[in-house]
């Protein structure tokens, strides 16, 4: 059987565990993964590598994944790559923030590795 990588997925949150139990998640359904740790790291690798898609946490500490989401969908070459904002921020006012800036999925922690896959499925066709 030929072993087929689908799409390319950067992971970004300032918690390592996080980052590796998604990572996993995603790798165990055949993804490409990318890791990032900050806002500035994300803004560098996507341009550097343009992932398929950006799985973004919102509250990290050197600027925000919706500042961070709001660079990438002001840069011409990014702007396209859809943004699914996973955080432990449940409240109204920031899903409402993240899905104007241009994020296109809001999900809170902690999300079932099933559902995780459905949405990242659903985000990339």
Do not use: W
């Not at 390592?16 to 560098?44: H, M, R, T, W």
């Not at 899905?99 to 995780?116: A, D, Q, Y």
């Amino acid at each position: 059987m030929e072993y087929k990588i689908r799409h390319t997925i950067l992971v970004v949150d300032d918690e390592p565990d996080i980052v590796e139990i998604v990572s996993y998640n995603l790798k165990n359904n055949d993804y490409k993964v990318l890791k990032a740790f900050s806002g500035i790291q994300c803004i560098k690798m996507a341009r550097i590598h343009k992932p398929s898609l950006i799985i973004l946490d919102v509250r990290m500490p050197d600027i925000s994944g919706i500042e961070t989401c709001i660079h990438l969908k002001n840069d011409p070459i990014l702007k396209d790559i859809p943004i699914m904002f996973l955080t432990a921020d449940s409240d109204e006012f920031t899903s409402i923030t993240a899905m104007n800036v241009g994020g296109n999925h809001f999900v809170t922690k902690p999300i079932r590795p099933s559902t995780l896959i459905s949405m990242v499925n659903e985000a990339l066709h």
